[in-house]
């Protein structure tokens, strides 16, 4: 029984090999060679079958292709019905970005053509600012929407 507690096992072990030392396994081919040992070595058939070397017809596209990709921007125009609607209600950029709930950076991007449209945000300008900033006529007053007419129980209309 005293055995068992000075007896040590290693399973594996860090220096990669049976010989230890850490050698690679270049250095252990070269190793043989020089002791004068028979060496030979074979190609794994289909090794490194993952990479990917050549050229393909889509690169060739590719570097061929001359159009730059851009996101769409907002036409300049419509970045100034902006800052004149703004400025005819006596807003700020701060204080129309906090009423339609956007960061003031959204509102400077959209003055100054930089933004991406957003069709949301957009909506939202319209109502703050009361015109159009969408479709054929940019820059008009924005129509106000009927109010409808709820009938109660009693039988009477109510405004809602």
């Given at each position: 029984m005293s055995?068992?507690?000075?007896?040590v096992t290693v399973i594996g072990n860090r220096r990669g090999g049976a010989q230890g030392g850490g050698m690679g396994k270049e250095r252990q081919v070269n190793l043989a060679?020089?002791?004068?040992?028979?060496?030979?070595?074979?190609?794994?058939?289909?090794?490194?079958?993952?990479?990917?070397k050549g050229t393909s017809l889509n690169t060739a596209k590719l570097d061929a292709e001359t159009d730059e990709l851009r996101h769409k921007t907002m036409d300049l125009n419509v970045g100034k019905l902006i800052a004149q609607g703004r400025q005819a209600k006596e807003m700020s950029q701060k204080d129309l970005a906090t009423k339609i709930c956007e960061k003031p950076q959204v509102v400077t991007e959209y003055e100054q053509g930089k933004g991406i449209p957003n069709q949301q945000i957009l909506a939202k300008m319209e109502r703050a600012l009361g015109m159009k900033?969408?479709?054929?006529?940019?820059?008009k007053p924005l129509e106000a929407k009927p109010v409808k007419a709820v009938e109660t129980k009693t039988g009477k209309a109510k405004k809602k």
């Open positions: 055995d068992d507690w000075n007896t060679r020089r002791q004068g040992a028979s060496v030979s070595t074979e190609g794994k058939y289909g090794a490194g079958g993952n990479t990917q900033l969408r479709g054929k006529d940019k820059g």
